[in-house]
């Protein structure tokens, strides 16, 4: 369902405050979750685009909490275009003058975009967060606030039953983050961890069917290039007693599926962390679009197998960076501001620690002070590494069309580290077996689609019908397709049928390696269909298509889609067969 046909209801207990004269709709919602705590939840139904995850559909929330025990602590804030509903909602539930505590649990400006605001009406909170977070708050905090630095497994009494007991969970996604457990309630706040962008006036996650999809790909995005960051959190949370609510900083609260998200995060982590080539990606947080960047470059990664590790410039240690270079296949570097110390001191430890064989990619972040890649880009060449991919510079502010570019460049590289082990497994199946999958026989198409500026395309020969009613077919996409990011449940496309005898330009045409970002349809004839993706003029047929679902194997997604409408260009031609001499590789 598109966000914006949305109602949004009252619901028992839910205050709803509404911004009027604004266009897009922003709304605040409040409810009791447990004794003594309250979720702030502020609606943004129309975002349509979050950064990396351009892919969302469905808005998002950004979550508050506030725990009131013989002393009170609010748990995060809200992104700034709520300022004045949220410090209204604030002040209906709570005299701040009575917030004693503001827990931190990240810093970016979704969740702390209003700190300096609560801190004017709050002056006497003391504000609690990891090390890395009050460093960060008081580069944009600009002036003296009180402070308690936590460390995993520090409590923190309010009175009342409400022992809070942090846990330390760096780089989900920043490496500033701590989750925060209250004994009394067994809810576990955890900012951007296992939430998802959905916006919804339901708090929790009554229906898993729903939101499965959005929670997966916010996994993918954000979660998935740190899942050995992950892991060991999940490690930490094993330490706590039962988690009966995870309060997260997006979308939806989980309460009813809290065992078996929980549990996906943990799959999906252990099956990302498995894989034998590891990348090693720096961003400088905070910094230009330097962590957005590297997100996207880090997807684009994990797409292919190949494991990633994240590691903040301006606070990673000397010794941890010397470590995950030792271990890495390759590097992609964002540049940081030309002025910050630590970073640039974190430069010259990965200079130092870098070896010949292997890959590297870099990207300036936008931040007005970065430093230049050129001569950066020299002194890793001169040590012999190989650039994986073309410098990305960023000039203005990123576009969806420049996060494609990143994930593009980053699934270059994994294809490159990984090229190896592809060729070892195909040389590995058994002749016989691998000729007889070879005689499984497979029309030639072409998927084409475009979803806002962004398109793309791709050869396929794994398609089939697959129902009547609805009228359905099933197309696997290998997980390292551009493509694939563009053919979520909802997206739409056109499956283009090509001609035998006549389809030998339009497959090498798109048979090509094209360069990230590159245009897939440049010299060939389109015409739009009505669902907005390109119709090929050459093609014998072509059906306008609508995913309707997704199922992951472990090196494809089968999509299977509806279809709409479709015609044929020439009656009693036939359409192409792929000949195959072996089923092992395409
Ligand atoms: Fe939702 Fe990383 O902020």
Not at 386 to 413: M, N, S
């Amino acid at each position: 369902m598109k966000a914006g046909k949305k109602g949004c209801q009252q619901g028992d207990g839910i205050m709803v405050a509404t911004a009027t004269q604004i266009q897009k709709r922003l709304t605040v919602e409040t409810k009791e979750i447990a004794q003594e705590t309250t979720t702030i939840r502020s609606l943004d139904w129309d975002r349509d685009r979050f950064d990396i995850e351009f892919g969302l559909k469905n808005g998002t929330t950004y979550n508050s909490f506030l725990i009131r025990g013989s002393k009170t602590a609010l748990v995060d804030t809200s992104h700034e275009k709520f300022r004045q509903l949220y410090l209204d909602t604030l002040k209906g539930l709570i005299d701040p003058s009575q917030i004693d505590y503001l827990i931190i649990s990240h810093t970016e400006p979704d969740h702390s975009g209003l700190v300096k605001d609560v801190l004017a009406l709050a002056p006497q909170a003391i504000v609690v967060g990891s090390k890395v977070a009050i460093q960060f708050l008081e580069g944009f905090v600009h002036q003296p606030f009180e402070k308690k630095i936590v460390k995993n497994g520090d409590r923190l009494d309010l009175g009342n039953g409400h022992e809070l007991e942090f846990v330390i969970a760096p780089n989900l996604h920043w490496p500033d983050t701590i989750f925060t457990f209250d004994h009394k309630t067994q809810i576990l706040f955890t900012c951007d961890a296992f939430g998802m962008h959905y916006c919804s006036s339901s708090t929790f996650d009554e229906d898993l069917a729903t939101i499965e999809e959005d929670f997966r790909y916010y996994y993918d995005c954000l979660m998935g290039p740190n899942a050995r960051s992950v892991l060991s959190a999940l490690k930490r949370m094993k330490e706590l007693p039962e988690i009966r609510t995870i309060g997260t900083g997006h979308g939806p609260l989980l309460h009813h599926n809290v065992t078996e998200l929980v549990g996906r995060y943990r799959q999906w982590s252990q099956d990302q962390a498995k894989a034998d080539t590891t990348v090693a990606v720096f961003y400088a947080s905070d910094y230009g679009y330097s962590d957005r960047l590297s997100q996207a470059i880090a997807h684009g990664i994990t797409k292919t197998g190949v494991a990633v590790e994240m590691l903040d410039l301006r606070s990673a240690e000397p010794q941890e960076i010397t470590e995950v270079v030792g271990i890495a296949s390759g590097l992609v570097i964002g540049m940081p501001p030309i002025s910050d110390v630590n970073a640039q001191a974190s430069l010259s430890t990965i200079l130092a620690a870098a070896k010949p064989k292997q890959s590297v990619g870099f990207f300036e972040s936008g931040g007005g002070d970065d430093e230049s890649v050129y001569p950066l880009r020299i002194k890793f060449t001169d040590l012999g590494l190989t650039e994986a991919f073309p410098a990305i510079l960023v000039k203005e502010t990123p576009h969806e069309t420049t996060y494609q570019v990143c994930d593009e460049a980053g699934t270059d590289l994994g294809q490159l580290l990984s090229r190896d082990r592809q060729i070892n497994k195909i040389k590995s199946l058994d002749a016989d077996l691998e000729k007889a999958l070879g005689r499984i026989s497979g029309g030639l198409y072409i998927i084409t689609t475009k979803k806002g500026d962004l398109s793309s395309a791709m050869l396929a020969s794994w398609v089939s019908q697959a129902s009547f009613e609805p009228l359905g077919v099933t197309i696997a996409v290998a997980k390292d397709r551009a493509i694939e990011s563009l053919l979520h449940v909802g997206d739409r496309f056109v499956l283009n049928v090509l001609e035998e005898g006549n389809y030998q330009a339009l497959m090498k045409h798109f048979l090509k390696r094209f360069a990230p970002g590159g245009d897939r349809f440049a010299g060939v004839k389109t015409q739009p269909a009505a669902n907005g993706s390109p119709i090929l003029t050459e093609a014998l047929a072509y059906m306008e298509c609508e995913v309707s679902s997704r199922m992951e194997l472990a090196d494809h997604w089968i999509i299977y889609a509806t279809v709409d409408a479709g015609r044929v260009s020439k009656p009693d031609a036939l359409t192409a067969v792929h000949h195959r001499k072996v089923g092992n590789y395409y």
